[in-house]
């Protein structure tokens, strides 16, 4: 099946792995109205690709994303679609931009943050499953500086980073960042990489994760996801109707089967 092309953003596939670029240099990859309908797209189309079974994320130029294009924000502060307003449901949740489905998706989202990071860029670091930085890398958040409120994107932060941390930066906005090292040490991220090896390593780690069995990758990602707002023997209830799920799959047998044999795994993804 042939792969849509896109305008402001780069779809890939090798492999198993599905690399989508962020590619507005021009404009630090903010994200246009345009962008995010594009996002939203290679997203739908990574999922429903059954050769896939994982997503990259990473942007061109110095900037990872430094969230909305405040050019195209209206005089009402209002966000923008390009759909006609409270047309589709999405427009009446908490606004996305350029967030991965994270709640309705079951292939995990690597991040691989190139540069500036800031306001809904900080979103793929919440949201998405694994997430490493350039040595170039630095995060911020400027709304209050540009007079908006740092909403879900803080709300988000606060429950990854210690609160006083995510406070910080929410009302300091943009007059101080934080380096790659700072976040690696705080667990915003989970590895520093030399710059120029970032999207090499990416993939290293995106094979690695590819290497287990994807449907057990996806289950254990769900579990984890779906239960995070659960007390925790609530939790473990629902965790395991996802392992139980996976165990009647062929490469729940496979594993067992291959590691007797002293081979490696033929996952089937079935």
């Known amino acids: 099946m042939p792969m849509r092309a896109y305008d402001d953003i780069r779809y890939d596939v090798d492999g198993h792995t599905a690399t989508i670029t962020l590619n507005r240099p021009q404009a630090l990859n903010a994200l246009s109205p345009h962008m995010v309908t594009e996002l939203r797209a290679a ?9 896939v079974w994982i997503l990259v994320v990473t942007g061109t130029g110095r900037a990872f994303c430094t969230g909305a294009d405040v050019g195209e924000i209206p005089e009402d502060g209002r ?39 800031c306001g809904a860029g900080l979103d793929w670091l919440t949201t998405g499953d694994i997430a490493i930085a350039s040595d170039r890398a630095t995060f911020f958040d400027p709304h209050v500086s540009i007079g908006l409120v740092a909403g879900r994107e803080m709300v988000r932060l606060a429950r990854v980073l210690p609160r006083n941390i995510a406070l910080r930066m929410a009302l300091v906005g943009k007059h101080e960042r934080m380096d790659a090292q700072r976040a690696y040490d705080l667990g915003l991220i ?11 390593r990416a993939h290293e ?18 579990a984890i996801h779906k239960t995070l707002d659960l007390p ?12 139980e ?16 044999e002293k081979r490696a795994p033929n996952w089937q993804c079935r």
């Open 43 to 51: 997203y739908d189309e990574a999922e429903n690709d059954d050769a």
């Open 79 to 117: 966000v923008i679609y390009e759909r006609p307003y409270l047309s589709t449901y999405d427009q009446w949740e908490a606004p996305q931009e350029g967030t991965p489905p994270f709640r309705r998706m079951a292939k995990p989202v690597l991040t691989a943050v190139n540069g500036l990071c």
């Open 232 to 243: 925790l023997h609530e939790g473990e209830i629902l965790a395991e109707t996802f392992r």
């Open 205 to 222: 780690i995106a094979a690695i994760v590819n290497s287990n069995a994807p449907l057990a990758v996806r289950g254990t990602r769900l």
């Open 190 to 200: 989970s590895e520093v990489v030399e710059h120029d090896r970032l999207l090499e």
């Open 245 to 260: 799920r996976v165990v009647r799959t062929d490469d729940a047998q496979e594993g067992p089967r291959a590691f007797m």
